[in-house]
């Protein structure tokens, strides 16, 4: 057994699953509030009646067609109004589009692990592409050649890109920004801007396991390997790209990747980091039979299932460590870039233990926890994150 940073934490029951009512106001009013995760270019009144119809219909679970079709009216009707303001109104048009992208984001949360979920990720796609057209500096899909594809792997790879006008002169450095279980490409306009503001241009990838635009075979733990040598390579070929400079930064369940990705391609990277990363523990069986009564909005054990690729919970809970830690398969002997480490004390959803067990193996890491905080280490995590990524880029050579 693990001695728990969590303490009395770890078997706590926080008081908000399977009830809409417990958990949109005891944990997410007040972040719809102020427009932060899951609610970021969101706005409080589009989400208020959604919450108040779900709560009055009683509809507690997230993966029904009840709850998921609740938020699209607002949705569409968003996208409308985005739509008659672009020739009259851009600047309105492009807040439209966020505020629908928002709504669309919790329709198909947490995971899209049914039809009409994967109908409202093209939903949320099509919105946040329309109203990134509009912006100074716009996101752009990209759909690459998956070369290192194996068996079971699909043969190409849809990336979004954002990229500073500067680059036309002079290479850029480069984010490869790898998402989570939860986030996708259209979840991070917020990151690209602060990269732009750097003059980095941002990679978006989807990881395996979470949406059907990853190609990746989520029950193969080598594919990512395949998936990031594609990835990396495509960067290295283009002009507008200064492949020296390029930092992996992975998003809570992308955080595994971005680790695992600072051993298996560390002469690709100039850096990683592994933010709220799960490693070891996170899919172990003492950390799995607690995790649905901790601080994730709704049960992880279905979402989990459906990304590695389980019958049951059950069948993880004996395998999955076995076959995905980085400790079990030796990930972390291998020699790593730089790698810095962050998350919150209190993580309940990926252990900080996970974070502080890779001092025990290969290169020197560097890392940060923030005390008091849980998953992601929110609000001060960013503001460690982002100087550190400045200074790696400004070494790399």
């Known amino acids: 057994m693990v001695n728990w940073i969590l303490g009395d934490l770890f078997k706590k029951d926080y008081g908000h699953q399977g009830s809409i009512k417990a958990l949109w106001e005891m944990r997410w009013m007040f972040p719809c509030r102020r427009a ?67 709504v669309f984001r919790l329709s198909r949360f947490p995971y899209i692990g049914t039809p009409l979920k994967e109908q409202v990720f093209e ?41 500073p006008p500067a680059s036309k002169e002079s290479p850029c450095p480069v984010v490869l920004l790898v998402t989570g279980l939860d986030g996708h490409r259209p ?46 390579e495509w960067i290295a070929s283009q002009e507008q790209f200064n492949s020296r400079k390029v930092i992996a930064w992975g998003l809570s369940a992308g955080g595994y990747y971005a680790i695992r990705l600072a051993h ?17 523990h996170y899919i172990g069986r003492e950390w799995l039979e607690q995790v649905g009564r901790h601080e994730y909005p709704f049960g992880l054990e279905r979402a989990y299932c459906m990304k590695y690729g389980y019958s049951d919970f059950e069948e993880m809970k004996e395998k999955c460590q076995k076959t995905f830690s980085l400790v079990e398969t030796g990930i972390v002997n291998m020699k790593s870039t730089r790698l810095l480490l962050i998350n919150g004390i209190l993580d309940g959803c990926m252990p900080v233990e996970d974070s502080m067990l890779l001092m025990e193996y ?36």
Not at 377 to 385: C, F, L, Q, R, T
Request: aromatic fraction near 8%; hydrophobic fraction near 35%.
């Open 36 to 102: 932060v995760y899951p609610f970021h270019d969101g706005k409080y009144e589009d989400f208020e009646p959604i919450f108040e119809k779900l709560i009055a219909k009683n509809i507690n679970d997230p993966y029904s067609d009840a709850y998921t079709s609740a938020f699209l009216p607002v949705a569409e009707t968003l996208v409308k109004k985005a739509n008659e303001a672009e020739s009259t109104d851009r600047d309105l048009a492009t807040q439209l589009y966020k505020r629908a992208n928002a």
């Open 123 to 163: 939903s949320q796609k099509e919105a946040y592409l329309m109203g990134a057209k509009l912006w100074d500096v716009p996101i752009t899909e990209v759909v690459i050649p998956h070369k290192h594809a194996s068996e079971g792997d699909g043969k190409e790879i849809p990336l979004y890109l954002r990229i």
């Open 362 to 397: 290969g290169s020197p890491k560097e890392a940060r926890f923030i005390q008091g905080r849980a998953h992601m280490g929110y609000p001060e995590a960013n503001s460690v994150v982002y100087p550190w990524m400045e200074q790696v880029m400004d070494t790399a050579v």
């Open 187 to 232: 979840d991070n306009t917020e990151r690209t801007e602060e990269h732009l503001k750097r003059g980095w241009a941002t990679v978006i990838c989807d990881i395996p396991g979470t949406t059907v635009d990853c190609p990746a075979l989520k029950t193969d733990p080598v594919s990512p390997d395949r998936l990031f040598s594609s990835i990396l």
């Open 264 to 280: 298996t391609h560390a002469s690709s990277l100039a850096g990683s980091v592994g933010h709220g990363a799960g490693t070891h």
